[in-house]
């Protein structure tokens, strides 16, 4: 059965899934809408930065947040100077690492879905006396649907499931930064086989259940062309 501090890492990977999908949505639709729409010609160097955690280590994208983070790096100098401090080691650091970590899985399919949409539908509303902030919520977001459902499904699923980025800059503090997948290679590392099985099981099935549900809602939500 669960330990109470398995209960804890539980709620923390919850908490931490839930506020890093709720950010990536805020800033990630504007970006992955601008990306569908840009002709800039360097466009593509955005969209490498957006998908490097794609192929990047996650070590590697945790150390050089750990470095900035930290009480030596730009960010967590200029925090410590404002009397604040550093972000390593805290569950604000557990959020911006899985915000960098989880960009591409919720820019991706949004600008996916956005990019179809093209000019026609757009150009209609505006001759109805729509805004371009009307047309973007009244035009672009339904149409998107699938791609929103698909983008927040991905983000907050494969936020249950970091490791490396979230070992690297939050450490291992239980109650405080110990997240699902830690407390599994702690109780595999103890041997402890049954507390592993019960955790990694309650991950299995809660990740197969919310990409079940992404492929169902998108194919009620298709509409089959002509």
Same mark, same amino acid.
Request: zero cysteines; proline letters at 7%.
């Given at each position: 059965?669960?330990?109470?501090?398995?209960?804890?890492?539980?709620w923390?990977?919850l908490?931490?899934?839930?506020?890093?999908?709720?950010?990536l949505?805020?800033?990630?639709?504007?970006?992955?809408?601008?990306?569908?729409? #840009?002709r800039w010609?360097?466009?593509? *160097?955005?969209?490498?930065v957006?998908a490097?955690p794609?192929?990047?280590?996650?070590?590697?994208?945790?150390?050089?947040?750990?470095?900035?983070?930290?009480p030596?790096g730009?960010i967590?100098?200029l925090?410590e #100077?404002?009397?604040?401090?550093p972000?390593?080691?805290?569950?604000?650091?557990? *959020?911006?690492?899985?915000?960098?970590y989880? %960009?591409?899985?919720v820019?991706?399919p949004? =600008?996916g879905?956005f990019?179809?949409?093209g000019?026609?539908?757009?150009?209609?509303?505006?001759?109805?006396?729509a805004?371009?902030?009307?047309r973007?919520?009244?035009?672009?977001?339904?149409?998107?649907r699938p791609?929103?459902?698909?983008?927040?499904?991905?983000?907050?699923?494969?936020?249950?499931?970091?490791?490396?980025?979230v070992?690297?800059?939050?450490?291992?503090?239980?109650g405080?930064? =110990?997240? *699902? +997948?830690?407390? %599994?290679?702690?109780?595999?590392e103890?041997?402890?086989?049954? =507390?592993?099985?019960?955790?990694?099981?309650?991950?299995?099935l809660?990740s197969?259940?919310?990409?079940? +549900?992404?492929y169902?809602?998108?194919?009620?939500? +298709?509409?089959?062309?002509?």
């Amino acid at each position: 059965m669960f330990t109470e501090h398995d209960l804890a890492a539980l709620w923390i990977t919850l908490k931490l899934a839930v506020i890093t999908t709720l950010i990536l949505l805020l800033i990630g639709t504007p970006l992955a809408w601008w990306l569908a729409r #840009s002709r800039w010609r360097y466009k593509f *160097v955005l969209e490498a930065v957006v998908a490097l955690p794609l192929v990047l280590p996650p070590t590697v994208l945790g150390f050089y947040l750990l470095i900035a983070l930290g009480p030596h790096g730009p960010i967590g100098g200029l925090m410590e #100077s404002l009397g604040g401090s550093p972000l390593a080691f805290t569950f604000t650091g557990l *959020v911006i690492g899985s915000v960098f970590y989880s %960009i591409p899985f919720v820019v991706q399919p949004l =600008q996916g879905a956005f990019t179809p949409i093209g000019e026609r539908p757009l150009e209609v509303a505006a001759t109805l006396g729509a805004s371009p902030i009307d047309r973007f919520f009244s035009v672009a977001v339904p149409l998107a649907r699938p791609g929103f459902l698909t983008a927040t499904v991905l983000g907050f699923a494969h936020t249950l499931g970091e490791f490396g980025v979230v070992l690297m800059i939050g450490g291992n503090i239980p109650g405080v930064t =110990q997240v *699902v +997948s830690i407390a %599994i290679y702690d109780h595999v590392e103890a041997l402890e086989y049954t =507390q592993a099985h019960w955790i990694s099981g309650t991950l299995l099935l809660l990740s197969f259940l919310l990409l079940m +549900s992404v492929y169902a809602l998108n194919r009620r939500f +298709s509409v089959v062309k002509p």
